[in-house]
């Protein structure tokens, strides 16, 4: 029998990602084991006593071999059971499931929300770049998107918040009372044109929809701004490159107008290299947002990890690597399907 | 006094008690001959001074970690306890602004039998959340939970003298200690100690029931905390504020943030480097307070070089404290004289004569060890203090100046606690401090002691400290207790280089009292002490 393409690809990388995901967890298990001291130490710190330590190892199981730790805990992921966190104690279960959820929510979200301005942003920015190509509008938007890449995106995230306290304190720093008072205050009127974005995106279960986007205003504001250069600059590249062949000379000269032939001709074949390229930015903001949420106080899963290997929190950290390899591997997954889907060639083998 | 002028005088003092609106109140002002902004002014000074009911703080903590939980087997930095011990629940006693001792859930306490045994009787009628009155029993359990062999608590070794603990009758708690300690409810202070209700013998935390001026309400691990009014509160009148929220703020320059744009009241542990940019801000305030936090330099006094007590004395000499006070923590630490002991503590003595840099004396003293020149390792990393790393740097520069050659080695900041200290012949070391004298020398000094950082042990300091703790005169324990700092100071292996300064900064919506000096945040207990001054 021969398998569609789409499903044979689907088939073969779900197989290849379950041993990467397999491999990940023996990768970040030995390294948390190497890494010096753990969870009991770590948690009772300077007090701790011998005893006390003891005692707390005990109870969480750490005073088993590594290898039958690993293996009870692969064999209960197996069953689809995260286990419980270290932080756990009798009569008071943490459940790794109910510590990641939340997070993962709240990291989805940013995403998703990201995703939805950046993506078209960087789409639109693209093609209309490749359009009128070498012009200044091209060069602005090169020049400003290859700005915002290059800074790190603390920094990015640092100068947004900046600019939001800027708003009350400006008019009263002594920059403010050096300039002429035209420029002062048109900087002031400017300033206050920008809506007062909480600098604080610490939100909670009971934070309600639209409360949640206003408070992830400024972590999206920052992502979008250090991922829009890749995504515009491969549009823009993979576009320019169709529109060298034979066939978009055809089309011109048959009289279409340019944006059609853009849209119409070269976009459906310079899509594969978009798509890997936006799926790799999308994977981005899921596993690589940890320094924006640390700056803006977002609780996502990217702090949860951080947090985790800090206090040897094993299992807790075990789970987000879980989480951000199957990420990778099903964004990668869905770039190629769709890279498939959209060339016939791949779609129809001879 | 026209009758306008009068007028006002009253309503001066009726803003206290939140009975006047400011809007009400300027018109007052008017009509009694003063200009708006006169008035507004003496409006906000007045509110300020005067505790009032109401408003919703947000209070940003400089910790919080997702492990953390309301277990007071832990509470390790100030969003637990903060939160956790200081709002929501209460100990036996607890200490004030003056850093005395005050009765909190007991009413009053006695010793007898030399110190040794101590009696506390529970305030009357005090319940917990769900309405259950607070018994002895309640306090056994809740004791008891720090003690004994599988006990998981940090706070176990400062109960390790308590030999029983037993209810007699419903409202009175009898501790029986190995050894007479006059300080034994300053120890009941510490935020570990927290009444929890004892179900089938045990305490009960994890329902979080406790006494305290709040109530639990939804509480996300490492994100934030948000507690509402006990309005059975046993204390008349508090709490002031009717909601709280602690909200986790490790990043130092997004808590400045925070607090700048006014979205939390309150910050922990201001970032030092902007304080002054901070402080141009009209609306912000700044306190600062002498903690009894000290950062140390333990050398292991078992070890060569250390083990010969003019070596120790040279290094003592060879350090600059005040410029390390300076560069490193920008001016915001007192300088200490190697005892660690800080002012704001009965019976503090600073011993003669003050330590400092001084390379002749540095030389003299290792001349007199029998060395022309020392070389020697320091173990450093931020874990131990912020700033440790380049205070070793500044060490360095000095002690090369009088022959001692200084290695810095920059440890792991991971496990710290666990690789370096007490294993490192010289290290650097933090100590959050304690409320007495007694209770720090035994904890970090005594030689029995497992945290011992310098395994120092002196025979007369020993001696003394046994005595001065079971000692109820209290100028025979002020002679005692100044003999120790000097020999501390004289002897140990310990440096003690700064005390540090607890620097918070708040909107100047916040009103409070003195602040406590005990640990940060108003002694742990800013939800119960502090208020909104305008809504």
Known sequence: ?350 | MSESEYKFRVAQSLIGRGKVSRRDFIHLGLAAGLTVAASDQIFVTVARAQPQQGGFAKLGMAHGATTDSIDPAGYPDTFTQTAFSGAMSNGLTEVDAKGGIQPDLAESFESSNGAKTWVFKLRKGVTFHNGKKVTAEDVVSSMRYHMGVDTKSAAKSLLESVSDIKADGPETVVFTLNSGNADFPYIMSDYHFVIMPSVDGKADWASGTRTGAFVLENFQPGVSAKLKRNPNYFKNGKPYLDEVEFIAITDLAARMAALSTGEVDYIGRADLKTLGMLKRNPKIEIIEVTGYGHYTLPMNVTIAPFDNPDVRMAMKWAIDRQEIADKIFLGHATVANDSPIAPAIKFYKNPEPQHRFDPEKARHYLKKAGMEKLKVDLSVADAAFAGAVDAGALIRETAAQCGIDVNVVREAEDAYWDNVWLKKPWCASYWSGRATADWMFTQAFAAESSWNESFWKNPRFNELLVQARAETDEAKRAAMYGEMQQLAHDDSGSIVLVFNNFVSAQSKKLGHGDVAPNWENDGLKMAERWWMAEA
């Open chain 1, 1 to 350: 029998m021969r398998l569609n393409p789409v499903a044979k690809t689907v088939l073969q990388r779900l197989g290849l990602g379950l041993i990467t995901l397999f491999v990940v967890s023996i990768i970040i298990f030995s390294a948390i084991a190497m890494l010096p001291g753990d969870f009991a130490k770590a948690t009772l710190g300077q007090s701790a006593t011998p005893e006390t330590v003891a005692a707390l190892q005990h109870e969480i199981g750490l005073d088993r071999p590594p290898v039958e730790r690993y293996f009870s805990w692969i064999g209960k992921m197996a069953k689809g059971d995260f286990g419980s966190s270290f932080a756990s104690r009798t009569g008071y279960r943490r459940t790794v499931a109910e510590i990641i959820a939340p997070r993962l929510y709240n990291t989805m979200f940013l995403a998703v929300m990201t995703a939805l301005i950046a993506v078209p942003l960087a789409l639109g920015l693209g093609i209309v770049a490749a359009l009128y190509r070498n012009s200044w509008f091209d060069r602005v938007v090169n020049t400003v998107t290859l700005t915002t890449i290059s800074f790190p995106e603390f920094f990015v995230a640092y100068m947004l918040a900046f600019l939001i306290i800027s708003r009350d304190t400006f008019a009263g720093t002594e920059f403010a009372q050096s300039l002429p008072v035209w420029l002062a205050i048109s900087i002031n009127w400017t300033l206050n044109v920008v809506p007062k974005f909480p600098t604080l995106a610490n939100i909670n279960d009971q934070t309600p929809f639209w409360d949640h986007v206003w408070r992830a205003a400024l972590p999206s504001a920052t992502l979008t701004l250090v991922i829009v250069a890749h995504m515009m600059r491969m549009t823009r590249a993979a576009i320019l490159n169709m529109l060298s062949s034979p066939y978009i000379d055809m089309a011109r000269l048959k009289g279409m107008r340019p944006m059609v032939v853009v849209l119409r001709h070269a976009l459906p074949n310079a899509w594969a290299p978009i798509v890997t390229v936006v799926a790799f930015n999308l994977a981005y903001l899921i596993v690589g947002v940890v320094v924006v949420e640390v700056v803006f106080v977002y609780p996502g899963v990217g702090q949860l990890m951080v947090d985790a290997v800090r206090s040897r929190d094993v299992p807790v950290v075990q789970a987000c690597a879980l989480v951000f390899a199957a990420t990778y591997v099903l964004l990668n997954l869905i770039a190629d399907i769709i890279s498939i889907a959209t060339n016939p060639r791949l779609l129809h083998p001879r």
